[in-house]
């Protein structure tokens, strides 16, 4: 599904909390948004979710009218979207499995598709338990779950690294990579740059409620003044990924 | 009402049935029953009409608190959780919403007052349990209005703490302070107050209806009149509209108040 933001402002009171910002977000594309806090990036997912009417501007799906003033986003592509929040908390009493039954429940989906789920975002050893039990990791994953329960065209994800472990990041990964080959959307928020920019299709950059910045990271590197760095061996994460992956290796110093 | 609001109502229920406060509320409303029927017992053939005014009189304290623990953090406790956004975004309108979590939290509440009264109707023979059985009814309809005020300030609220100082305040100014200014307002105007005027201010409370209904209906009017009470109560009618107007209105406010533009993302 491919999404056009024209235009979206929202004011609230004096505070113009986005001014005018226009985007693309391509089919089979995982676009980042950037910047500092207060620079509207939630505010833009809030408008594409529905939770406030924008003043001016409007969003369309593949042509079709989402939202503009005169209305919130409509339930037809409410149904097509999977949001997962910053740093949700769920019910503590409840337990992960339970939580996720809420939102198969409310999407129609058998009982069935919560167990696949489950185990895709590696909670299958923690499902019964309840969600007071859960690490923030843990926590993240199970919101990510019942984001993706309903396979939606469109994923928003505000911040999902946000107390990940490496782990959690491959099913992160995983799942981001499995919606861009099959052509879905996906727009995500995060400050954690170095660890989106080999996963990001696009990113945007805002700042002050405009977009200051848009392209591939390899467009904004080539855009830059900043100077090229060259890095010899690998990155500490691949160090990491290898060494809880199974493979250890002997770190005892020379003789 | 639509899927998500259908999951939703049968989601609050299973909290509502692992809340803490609920269950000790439950319990304590079912001991003080069970304490209040036991020593009715005593009275032989006459325990059920012993017992039930002092049920009616239990209800009228505790039903309002429990309600209003319930409702106080429907919607707020949902934004401190960061899950309101969430909710919203569900392909459910903003009343429906309302809608599903007073109904669930209600019949959350329900279960609570048929574990009250199922306690004390076990102490009463059943030729007796129909007089305090017929006390459910209306005990429900004092819990749904105090437990739709509860939505309602959970609607307008922007901390859980904010909505627990409301709710904790109201019911000491309906359940307290009310008949006590009424009172004051009868002595200070020196009777000028019509018994009809007084009977409509006390029916206006849904805690006063209560009361004055079921009293009415165990005690007898006559039994009323000797001890100079209120007799001239307004009709079923004027009752009902009373029971529906504090139950739909603050529903109803509380919509209007989660559809403001701040109302989820604030």
Redesign the interface.
Known sequence: MKLNVDDIAVRFGPVRALGGVSMALDAGQVTVMAGPNGSGKSTLMSVLLGLIRPDEGQVTADGRLVCDRSRLSTSWFRERIGYLPEAPAFSETLSGRQIMRFFASARGLPRARIEVVIERVGLAHAAARPVRGYSRGMRQRLALGCAILHTPEVLILDEPTGGLDQQGLAVLWEILDEWRKAGRTVLMSSHELALVERRADRVVVMVDGKVIAAGTPDELRSQSGLKPEVRIGPGLDEIYEELVGGVSWDVSPAH | MG??A???I??EL??RA??RWVIVTTLLFALLATGIAAYGRSAGDAAAVVTAPSLVTLNAFLVPLVALILGHDAIVGER????L??L?????SRWEILVAKFVGRGLALCVAICVGFGAAAVWLSPAQRPVVLSLLGPSILLGASFLSLGVLLSSASRKVATAASLAVVSWFLLILFYDLALLTAMVATDGALSQDTVAWLVTLNPAGLYRTSLMNQLVGVDALKELGLVVSMPGSRARAMVWFAWIALPLVAGAGLLSR??A??A
């Not at chain 2, 401190?80 to 899950?83: A, S, V």
Request: glycine share 4%; aromatic share 0%.
């Open positions: 899927r998500v259908r999951a939703l049968i989601h299973l909290e692992r809340d401190e959780r960061h899950t956004g969430l919203v975004s569900l392909p459910v533009r701040h989820v993302t």
